[in-house]
């Protein structure tokens, strides 16, 4: 059986073209003709079959046949925040991987600990894009600029749901908030709420960073007896949701 190439065509309902970069890939290394059929999505939650009226390099046009909703997979919202580190491949290798399991949004936030202060977004949206059209997703995560611990937890302050937060931290005993032992997320997910599980920098969060989120309402949680790297406390932070969250 052939397969079937997914494009990324995000005005294809309004304007009946692929963007340019999809038109020279269908054209020029798929070598797909007029008359030939392909399949779409928009990034928001629809697929699209359509039909290539004019094999254009540039701006591929195409008559939509039909459309349909991408089946749900979870309840609730998965969203995700975490500190980028020092090594970007290894955030774009996360934004990859969270996007194959299915997340509503990348958050990145700035620690007192981080060692990469700056992330290029249009890298990781294109990385993003890529991932939901080899996993065959309709729906594209978003992708949230590089924000200020700080803000970031002001900016979340009034919204509802979940919002949990991984670290490795010690607080002492003379906290009973702090020192009582964080449960595994696994065994506190709310399948219906949104959920945002918060991972720090290689360096883990400063003391007053996790100070200020518990006071704020974030509640710690432990993903196992194993130190993990930021990525892998992140991509399993991400699957973990999903998987409470499953329809």
Not at 102 to 112: E, N, P, S, T
Not at 190 to 210: H, Q, R, S
Request: contains cysteine; negative net charge.
């Amino acid at each position: 059986m052939k397969e079937q190439h997914l494009f990324y065509a995000p005005e294809i309902a309004l304007t009946g073209t692929l963007p340019a970069d999809e038109s020279a890939h269908a054209v020029r290394v798929l070598r797909m003709r007029t008359g030939d059929s392909l399949w779409a999505m928009d990034g928001q939650g629809r697929f699209y079959d359509a039909e290539i009226t004019e094999a254009s390099p540039r701006a591929c046009v195409v008559e939509v046949t039909g459309s349909r909703p991408e089946r749900p997979t979870h309840r609730g919202s998965i969203r995700l925040a975490v500190a980028p580190t020092k090594n970007a491949d290894r955030m774009e290798w996360l934004a990859e991987k969270v996007t194959e399991t299915g997340i509503d949004a990348l958050h990145f936030v700035l620690c007192r600990n981080s060692e990469r202060k700056v992330l290029k977004d249009e890298r990781i949206n294109r990385i993003v894009i890529s991932a939901a059209k080899q996993s065959h997703k309709a729906t594209l995560p978003q992708v949230e600029s590089l924000c200020p611990l700080m803000q970031f937890l002001k900016d979340e302050a009034n919204r509802p749901g979940q919002k949990l937060i991984a670290h490795c931290l010690d607080m002492g005993e003379g906290d009973d908030a702090m020192a009582s032992a964080a449960p595994h997320l696994a065994d506190i997910i709310e399948a219906d709420a949104d959920t945002v599980v918060l991972i720090g920098p290689e360096g883990d969060f400063a003391p007053d960073e996790v100070a200020e989120a518990l006071r704020l309402g974030w509640q710690a949680i432990s993903l196992g007896p194993c130190r993990l790297r930021t990525e892998t406390a992140a991509l399993a932070a991400a699957t973990l949701m999903a998987a409470g969250k499953r329809l």
